[in-house]
């Protein structure tokens, strides 16, 4: 009879149940991972365990997007459709439904019964709230082979075989009269090298490439478009950036060249320094001979601009301005002060201006005046142009600015009111004189401004003096009393009664106001 209590047997059920709950939580504890990556090849092994499947490798696009985007819309539909690389190297082969990976299980071979897509469109379907460019970058990585070449022989030759031309890749026999080839200055011994793009047995693209210090590139050569014109790659820039490398508009200052002797006509040979001339500074092709050596210096000696192989010597002149040396091209002639200055100067002290007799030349930022509008004029001719200070002290055109004769000032035309519906510090009276809107009222008669001296307050604003008449002649005859003092009241209304054809009656006071003037008689009269 077996003994259930048998101490020993029980300990061996524990160590037992023990050991599996050990060996589960290794396969399934990162299952509960915060890193996508971990989640997914674990859930991919499990699958293996579980199911009927080839043994492979996931896609590493897929590895790929799951570092990068982070969690797919569906994690068991991910793992299930087993994403691996297709037969041609660079699409995605997936399981469809149960019936593909069972077919797939027992026939293997070609992955025909795997449905195979691009690697962009497979990361759409399961990150579709990823941004199409983003998507687009990520899979360009993937669609071909990209690889470095460090040997110097081999750039050259990946720069004469690329499917794409520049202005790099030489005939031969311009190569062999020379005895040498540009890119050769490229010596890795200075940290260059070469990042190249293959498909189908062919250079498609490359990059030069500075390692090191500064570890970065200014340029990727790919396709050329419908008019021949050399394009960007992406998927290798792309490539670049996730090795930690840097696109640069130019390369830094001290990098060094190899020299390289030209042996027809002698000399060195040089190439035509990247970037592009729509992206370099003025300086980013000058280069300094440093012995055994050239390196990339602003306020270097020679240029690299040129395709022949040829390096011209840069004729330079000191800066008037600061003193600093620069390229002749790159100084500009100051009239009024008669010398030359660099560009950093000219950007930093001086202003296009319109001034004498009309003509436009460069003064210092200190002589030059900004207009309202935004033009600039020398201070000292602003005669010339027409140009005012207005009332607070900025600047316009005489055609833009009102004077004001009792103020002895300038104000924009801007600040006019032309009634009392819009703002403005300044008004334009009858006669066409401008005042400050402080000293002027609205006519209501003629609905023009008047002179807060000429006017005369009535029921709801004021008229002209000279107009006082004939506005309240236009009124009704009850409103008469509430547009005059009650001094005028009784020859208002006679003037009234008069204008308007009314005879033979007799003047009626308002009440209020037969009152009021009972009331003064009734004490002009009272015994003190």
Request: charged share 30%; aromatic share 10%; glycine share 8%.
């Amino acid at each position: 009879m077996q003994n259930l209590h048998d101490p020993y047997r029980d300990a061996y059920l524990t160590s037992r149940a023990q050991r599996m709950l050990i060996e589960k939580r290794s396969l399934c504890g990162p299952m509960y991972s915060s890193d996508p990556p971990v989640k997914f090849l674990k859930l991919w092994t499990l699958l293996q365990k579980t199911r009927k499947a080839v043994r492979a490798d996931p896609h590493p696009a897929v590895e790929a997007a799951l570092q990068e985007f982070g969690n797919p819309t569906n994690w068991h539909l991910l793992a299930l459709e087993y994403p691996q690389v297709a037969t041609d190297g660079s699409r995605v082969a997936y399981v469809r439904n149960e019936g593909k990976r069972e077919a797939h299980y027992n026939e293997p071979a070609g992955n025909k019964h795997l449905t195979a897509t691009t690697v962009g469109k497979y990361l759409k379907r399961h990150w579709p709230s990823i941004s199409d460019t983003a998507i687009r970058n990520l899979a360009a990585r993937f669609q071909f082979e990209y690889k470095w070449i460090t040997d110097l022989d081999e750039m050259v030759k990946a720069v004469q075989s690329n499917s794409a031309d520049s202005c790099m890749k030489w005939e031969q026999n311009y190569v062999d009269r020379r005895g040498a080839h540009p890119y050769q200055v490229y010596d890795p011994k200075y940290g260059w090298k070469m990042a190249v793009v293959v498909k189908g047995g062919e250079y498609v693209g490359r990059a030069l490439v500075l390692d090191g210090k500064h570890k970065c590139f200014v340029r990727t050569y790919g396709d050329e478009d419908s008019k021949g014109r050399t394009q960007s790659h992406a998927g290798l820039e792309g490539w670049l950036e996730s090795q930690d490398y840097s696109f640069e508009d130019e390369w830094p200052e001290g990098c060094k060249f190899a020299k390289v002797r030209n042996e027809y006509g002698g000399g060195y040979i040089a190439p035509y320094l990247d970037p592009g001339a729509d992206r370099a500074s003025s300086s980013a092709r000058n280069v300094s001979d440093g012995g055994d050596h050239f390196y990339r210096d602003d306020n270097g000696e020679y240029e690299w601009s040129s395709t022949d192989g040829s390096m011209d010597e840069i004729c330079r002149s000191s800066c008037d301005s600061c003193g600093d040396r620069t390229h002749e091209d790159d100084l500009h002639w100051i009239e009024y002060e008669e010398q030359s200055v660099c560009e950093s100067c000219l950007n930093n002290h001086y202003t296009w201006v319109q001034g004498r007799r009309g003509e436009h030349y460069y003064v210092r930022d200190s002589n030059a005046v900004t207009t309202v509008e935004g033009d600039r004029y020398d201070e000292d001719y602003l005669g010339d142009n027409d140009i005012v200070e207005l009332d607070n002290g900025d600047y316009t055109h005489h055609d833009n600015a009102v004077y004001l004769e009792g103020e002895s000032c300038y104000y924009h035309v801007n600040d006019v009111a032309s009634s009392p519906r819009y703002s403005g510090d300044v008004v334009c009276l009858e006669g066409g004189d401008y005042v400050l809107r402080e000293n002027a009222e609205w006519c209501l008669h003629s609905e023009e401004w008047i002179r807060s001296d000429d006017a005369v307050s009535v029921d709801g604003g004021y008229v002209h003096e000279d107009s006082h008449d004939d506005y309240i002649c236009q009124l009704e005859r009850e409103d008469v009393a509430k547009n005059c003092s009650p001094d005028e009241l009784e020859e208002k209304l006679e003037l009234w009664d008069e204008t308007n054809g009314v005879h033979d009656t007799q003047v009626e006071l308002p009440l209020e106001v037969t009152y009021a003037q009972q009331v003064q008689v009734e004490v002009a009269q009272a015994t003190v």
